[in-house]
């Protein structure tokens, strides 16, 4: 099943040089935020008779679908300018990695049971265009409802 994962890091305590006319240093912070479109593919190992124990592993495949960079900087108290830009040419559109699961599935009545588990998608490829190395890392819960068919 598709997942829209939102990856991203933040820089809380920066300082930025004055708006003219006023020169004196400010206090900000910068926000990265990177959408992907990932689509994992695992091999899944299931067993348990009542309760339904599930681990799966694989891989994935995701598209860049947004990248943003929103910049909040303090110009006096109380007043705060967002700016906010969009620069998918520094990040490259498509990544890849490892998908490991484990869940539980519990019987709720004869046809309906509760699904319960984790997903990591853990980023092998260099995201990065500009130098360095960036990797995705995304943890994501799963609930949901299976119905049995009869």
């Not at 990856?7 to 006023?22: K, M, Q, T, V, Y």
């Amino acid at each position: 099943m598709p997942q829209l994962d939102v990856n991203g890091w933040a820089f809380r305590s920066l300082f930025f040089e004055g708006i003219p006319p006023d020169t004196v240093m400010q206090k900000g912070s910068a926000v990265t935020r990177l959408v992907y479109l990932n689509l994992p593919m695992t091999v899944n190992y299931s067993f348990g008779n009542k309760i339904e124990y599930n681990f799966g592993l694989g891989v994935f495949g995701g598209l860049l679908l947004d990248e943003k960079l929103i910049i909040n900087q303090k110009i006096s108290p109380g007043v705060v300018i967002v700016r906010s830009f969009e620069d998918t040419d520094n990040y490259k559109r498509i990544n890849f990695g490892l998908s490991i699961s484990a869940g539980a599935k519990f019987p709720i009545s004869e046809r309906l049971k509760l699904n319960i588990g984790i997903l990591n998608n853990l980023g092998l490829a260099n995201i990065n265009r500009t130098g360095g190395s960036i990797k995705t890392n995304a943890l994501s819960a799963i609930l949901g409802f299976v119905l049995q068919p009869k």
